[in-house]
Structure formats: C-alpha cells, structure tokens
C-alpha cells in the first residue's frame, strides 16, 4: 500500500487547513487510516482514525470537535479537516494504515511500528 499526503501549510490560530492521504496498491477496505502527530522531542499520536470499511472513527479528546475524518472510498482518499487550529495543533502530520486491527480507537493507540504503511508527512503550521 502506498499513501500520499497533501495539503498543510500554514494558518493563524482559528483557522482551518484540511489534509489529503491518496491509497492505492491494494484492495482498501480492509484497511484502517489514522492521522498521526508529531512535534520534536514527542512521542508521534494518534489524533483521527477511521476504518475504510464502515467509515467508524475515533478522534483523540484533544482536537474531538475541531477535527474531522471523512472517506472517499471510490478513490481511496482520506480527509482530515482541521478547524479552530491553536498553536498547540501544529506539527508534522502523518496518515498511516493498517489491516490488522480490531476496533479504530485501538488503531490511533497503536505504536509507530504495527502501522504498515505511512505518508511522507505534512507540515502544519499555526502561529499569528
């Protein structure tokens, strides 16, 4: 499986950015997608995830209302809209996925190394 990311960029506080994952290679919905993460010197986390299969999803308490993870399946994409962006929001942003799995909250917990395929990461930027 290959992911692609795009999107990112840079916004003020408040503001809103949404972030693409592209899959292809492989038949999709047995896979699950997480958005993961990480800023120097922290553990990278799981912030959305969601299962290509039924479109159930799982969003960390921090960004729970702010975020949101949507599918498109026909063309094996994956969403993250990212609104009321604070400073502590930015990062570099990561999509994964994963085909063993058992619910989608247990995925966004999931150490870096049971995620078998990443994105090459974007960079996400709040400040004013």
């Known amino acids: 499986l290959r992911l692609v990311e795009s999107g990112g960029g840079s916004v003020a506080p408040g503001g809103s950015l949404r972030l693409s994952c592209i899959a292809s290679?492989?038949?999709?919905?047995?896979?699950?997608i997480g958005w993961f993460r990480q800023v120097p010197g922290k553990e990278r986390e799981g912030v959305a995830c969601?299962?290509?299969?039924?479109?159930?999803?799982f969003y960390r308490k921090s960004v729970k209302g702010r975020f949101a993870i949507s599918k498109h399946n026909a063309n094996g994409t994956v969403f993250l809209q990212m609104n009321n962006l604070t400073p502590e929001d930015a990062a570099t942003y990561y999509c994964?996925?994963?085909?063993?799995?058992?619910?989608?909250?247990?995925?966004?917990?999931?150490?870096?190394?049971?995620?078998?395929?990443w994105g090459q990461g974007s960079q996400v930027t709040v400040s004013s």
């Open positions: 969601i299962s290509l299969h039924d479109g159930s999803t």
């Open positions: 290679g492989d038949t999709l919905e047995h896979y699950a």
């Open positions: 994964a996925a994963v085909t063993e799995w058992t619910t989608v909250e247990v995925v966004c917990d999931m150490p870096t190394y049971e995620l078998e395929a």
